[in-house]
């Protein structure tokens, strides 16, 4: 069965950090792209950032030079480093696991809140 499970979310106030880590289980971790996505009220899913299998990364403009996406292959876990956040960054944040071979993999976590506000 396969588990993402997010953690590190919560209330911070604008210029503030968090860091957001997923465990991933069930899966062969190191061979997934793994994905950071966000969802605010009212408004679409987007990619925030993602890390490839070699370590490659890519983010959305708004967020570069702001959030680092890293992952530890030993541990099965991909982190978000959230740093100067603002208001526009409060979102539902959801861990995402993507595979494709013959197949496509796709696996979500059930999200975590982060919430910037004075």
């Known amino acids: 069965q396969v588990q993402l499970v997010e953690s590190g979310g919560g209330l911070v106030q604008p210029g503030g950090s968090l860091r957001l880590s997923c465990a991933a289980s069930?899966?062969?971790?190191?061979?997934?792209?793994m994905g950071w996505y966000r969802q605010a009220p009212g408004k679409q899913r987007e990619l925030v950032a993602a890390?490839?299998?070699?370590?490659?990364?890519n983010y959305v403009d708004s967020v570069k030079g702001r959030f680092t996406i890293s992952r530890d292959n030993a541990k099965n876990t991909v982190y978000l480093q959230m740093n100067s956040l603002k208001p526009e960054d409060t979102a539902v944040y959801y861990c995402?696991?993507?595979?494709?071979?013959?197949?496509?993999?796709?696996?979500w976590g059930q999200g975590t809140q982060v919430t910037v506000s004075s």
């Open positions: 069930g899966i062969a971790f190191s061979f997934y792209v």
């Open positions: 995402n696991a993507h595979r494709s071979l013959t197949a496509v993999y796709d696996y």
């Open positions: 890390v490839t299998s070699g370590g490659g990364t």
